[in-house]
């Protein structure tokens, strides 16, 4: 059994430095410890490269429970998201 392969859209990766200033400010802001690379894709991949910003994936929920059929999130989850965004913001 033979099986083709065709890329019909790629995204190369995006990654902006733990060094920024921007995403050193919001890692304190949410309060860990290390960052980390992950592999999937988002909208950033095809917005960032474009206008050259800091970009850091972040939000409420857990990533195993994303994109299933019965995908929900805690609303204690999305506070507590709220609540650093205001954080960083302000």
Do not use: W
Not at 50 to 63: A, L
């Amino acid at each position: 059994m033979r099986f083709a392969e065709e890329i019909f859209n790629y995204h190369p990766p995006i990654f902006t430095s733990p060094d920024n200033p921007y995403v050193k400010e919001f890692i304190q802001t949410v309060g860990v410890k290390e960052t980390s690379i992950i592999k999937y894709c988002t909208d950033g991949a095809t917005i960032i490269p474009i206008k050259k910003m800091p970009f850091i994936i972040f939000g409420p929920g857990d990533i195993a429970q994303a994109h299933q059929n019965d995908e929900y999130i805690e609303l204690e989850s999305l506070y507590r998201a709220v609540d650093i965004f205001v954080e960083f913001l302000t």
